[in-house]
């Protein structure tokens, strides 16, 4: 890779690092600062830092990748998501930002259900917080391993440099100006994306004619066909991804986060017009990339590097810089999100709770601090080695959390009736579920159930019904729980009133 690019990937460096020491000195006096960012987010940036880290380096190699080998037919998972994220902005986002503040100022999900329901045993919250932990450190070693991938591919580089280079920026930022620099760097990585999704797309089309679908089809047949090798099951599996929206804590912190409820509508309109986009250029990236290959004879190993390949040859090397500082935007993004979620968990969920029930805020923060360094530590040390079999649990864990989650976060919000033992009984029903849908050879030739329907979508449906039937059958909610949850619904509704009034 020649310097041009280099320099690009060194600017975006510094320019990360000097966000997080802004961060640093506006918003670490305390514990909610340093996780939650104060509740202080404008819609713009908490739209666009949930998207960057919603959607990691999937957007720019995965989904590409999948449109590259399939065609259109890749869209379906898309659809799903989409359709998922905007759901989970009229369902969630409006009724988390208002629960949680008004019951305790809750500033982690697992604090939240335990306040929710009232639960002095702490068994709902810790019980979240080792979910939370296990997947995320999981999750955070993908994204490593990513970015040492990245730059053994596209400089040369050693993959244990990449890994620690990678890393290392992450860390940085995200220790020292924890909730805030995290969201603030991921709504530059998301603009970045975005620009890139529409630029590299649009040249590489240029490179083409108006009759380039020709070359195309001659390749692939299928190419331009939806409905292409897919059977129900698998449609439903694709659109089954949008479940796992609701049961995301790095995702859905960010509703929490955002300053008012009134800003959620704008927060939602800006989040699902940079989603829509960046879905549509991921998908004619892979399209146009397949044909511009056909064309070419380049030739292309693995399909999901057809971003990288596009960018290396179609641009001038400072252009190239800065697409490949897309991609890796969208891993670091997501990485400092898991990073900051688990420490939030440690923090908040462990420490205060059973080590020191007295710590003052500077403390707090430090533990935090010192957190985020012990999982990226745990995290790179499994990503040492990029086929360690552990990091095959990454591909199932968007579908752990949101069958786990996601039922107990819609029902948490908008049904009183919910109980803690129903919430605990579908939290483990969810994800007891997905585990045996992945690993149980039940079917001829020691196949898995996950080979013919997506895991999440019997996980999240049993999660839903236990939780519902253990409610019914279990002693209601006490009357306090029930009153504070009327009482945040009354708010919710009421600065929904005052919104609409405004406009």
């Known amino acids: 890779m020649e310097t041009g690019a280099i320099v690009s990937l060194g600017v975006y460096f510094v320019a990360m690092l000097g966000i997080g020491l802004w961060a640093w000195w506006k918003s670490t006096d305390d514990i909610n600062g340093y996780l939650l960012g104060g509740r202080k987010l404008s819609p713009a940036v908490a739209a666009l830092s949930a ?28 659809i799903g998501l989409f359709v998922g994220a905007f759901a ?51 999750y955070t070693s993908a994204g490593i391993v990513s970015g040492g991938k990245l730059f053994e591919s596209a400089f040369g580089a050693d993959y244990a440099l990449g890994l620690w280079l990678t890393a290392g920026v992450v860390v940085a ?37 108006w009759e380039f679908t020709g ?114 935007a969208a891993i670091m993004s997501t990485i400092s999100s898991q990073l900051l979620v688990s420490s939030s968990s440690l923090t908040e969920d462990f420490y205060r709770i059973y080590w020191r029930r007295g710590a003052s805020q500077r403390e707090l923060v430090t533990v935090g601090r010192i957190c985020v360094l012990i999982v990226a530590l745990v995290a790179i040390w499994l990503a040492y080695d990029p086929e360690n079999t552990i990091l095959g ?52 030739g020691g196949a898995v159930l996950s080979s013919i329907l997506y895991e999440i979508v019997p996980g999240f449906l049993l999660c839903g019904a236990t939780a519902i039937l253990v409610s019914l059958l279990g002693t209601p909610p006490p009357a306090h729980v029930v009153r504070t949850f009327e009482e945040s619904e009354a708010e919710r509704r009421a600065a929904g009133s005052g919104k609409a009034a405004q406009e």
């Open 51 to 78: 998207g960057a880290s919603d959607m990691s380096g999937w957007l720019l190699l995965g989904l590409p990748g999948a449109a590259f080998v399939a065609g259109l037919s890749a869209t379906w998972i898309a």
């Open 173 to 209: 930022y995200t220790l020292f100006g924890g909730f805030l620099a995290v969201s603030l760097t991921d709504f530059v990585q998301g603009c970045i994306m975005f620009v890139a999704l529409v630029l590299l797309p649009a040249v590489a089309f240029g490179q083409l004619d």
């Open 393 to 444: 649990l990454v591909a199932n864990a968007w579908a752990g959390f949101g069958a786990a989650f996601g039922p107990i976060v819609i029902l948490a919000l908008t049904w009183k009736r919910l109980t803690r033992n129903g919430a605990l009984a579908g939290i483990l029903v969810g994800a007891a579920t997905v585990l045996f849908w992945i690993y149980a050879p039940v079917l001829d």
């Open 88 to 138: 989970n902005y009229l369902i969630v986002a409006p009724r988390l930002r208002v629960h949680t503040e008004y019951t305790g100022d809750a500033i982690t999900i697992p604090e939240y259900f335990e306040k929710r329901f009232d639960d002095r045993s702490h068994a709902l919250r810790v019980i979240a917080s080792v979910v939370i932990i296990i997947f995320f450190t999981l």
């Open 215 to 328: 070359a195309l089809v001659a390749a692939n047949p299928g190419a331009f066909d939806m409905m292409a090798n897919m059977t129900f099951l698998a449609i439903v599996s694709s659109l089954a991804w949008g479940l796992g929206y609701f049961g995301q804590p790095h995702i859905i912190v960010r509703f929490m986060a955002v300053r008012s409820v009134r800003d959620v509508p704008a927060m939602r309109n800006i989040g699902m017009t940079w989603m829509g986009v960046a879905l549509v250029g991921a998908v004619a990236t892979g399209l146009i990339g397949a044909t511009y290959v056909a064309r070419t004879g380049t030739p292309l190993e693995d399909p999901e590097t057809i971003f990288i390949l596009l960018a290396d040859v179609l641009f001038d090397p400072l252009i190239t810089g800065f697409l490949l500082a897309a991609l890796l």
